[in-house]
T-cell receptor, first 117, second 112 residues
Framework: AQSVTQLGSHVSVSEGALVLLRCNYSSSVPPYLFWYVQYPNQGLQLLLKYTSAATLVKGINGFEAEFKKSETSFHLTKPSAHMSDAAEYFC???????????????FGKGTLLTVNP | GAVVSQHPSRVICKSGTSVKIECRSLDFQATTMFWYRQFPKQSLMLMAT?????????EQGVEKDKFLINHASLTLSTLTVTSAHPEDSSFYIC????????FGSGTRLTVV
């Protein structure tokens, strides 16, 4: 079974500073990994995904993540934080053992990012 | 891009009544739809997986008679919360497995 651990339920950065949100996963098969962002009372928006191609994945809004198999990590970064980046971020792993092409997602507990002016 | 339209965005209902939440895939066919529940400041918990034309598969601990899921067409899946009680108050989100899982905008259910 897959699992995801997001280190730090709350991360606070200054505007313009580096954003680093940590995610470690556990998987018995090669994983598909995702980062999502959620604004209050809204659904989830996909930032980026890793599906066994390039280990450095670039996403929307300047975010990127690097898949490191040896560390079982998929940390999310952004060089310079904007006020609009303040939101909840979720890391997720797909459960390929579900079979077929529609895999269930297992989410981490989320990390709330606040950006200080 | 792919869009999943979820309605209503907010609903308040009286205890004992039923509420239906709809999720429509606007520009693609959603063979499979996932339904999640999210408590305040918590992560998403998968409730069930619905496949078009067949019965939904519920996660352990989810009452299938309380949370009725119907996926009658490739573009529409519905979740009906039957005989709702205050403890069913939550944020419900649907997701279609399409290009990294496309999520609806969520429904805030408040049972009074």
């Amino acid at each position: 079974a897959q699992s995801v651990t997001q280190l730090g339920s709350h991360v606070s950065v200054s505007e313009g500073a580096l954003v680093l949100l940590r995610c470690n996963y556990s998987s018995s098969v090669p994983p598909y990994l995702f980062w999502y962002v959620q604004y209050p009372n809204q659904g989830l928006q996909l930032l980026l995904k890793y599906t066994s191609a390039a280990t450095l994945v670039k996403g929307i809004n300047g975010f990127e993540a690097e898949f490191k198999k040896s560390e079982t990590s998929f940390h999310l970064t952004k060089p310079s934080a904007h006020m609009s980046d303040a939101a909840e971020y979720f890391c997720a792993v797909s459960d390929q053992s579900s079979g077929g092409s529609n895999y269930k997602l297992t989410f981490g507990k989320g990390t709330l990012l606040t950006v200080n002016p | 891009g792919a869009v999943v339209s979820q309605h209503p965005s907010r609903v308040i209902c009286k205890s004992g009544t039923s509420v239906k939440i709809e999720c429509r895939s606007l520009d693609f066919q959603a063979t499979t739809m996932f339904w999640y529940r999210q408590f305040p400041k918590q992560s998403l918990m998968l409730m069930a997986t619905s496949n078009e034309g067949s019965k939904a598969t519920y996660e352990q601990g989810v009452e299938k008679d309380k949370f009725l899921i119907n996926h009658a067409s490739l573009t529409l899946s519905t979740l009906t919360v039957t005989s709702a009680h205050p403890e069913d108050s939550s944020f419900y989100i649907c997701s279609a497995a399409y290009y990294g899982y496309t999520f609806g905008s969520g429904t805030r259910l408040t049972v009074v």
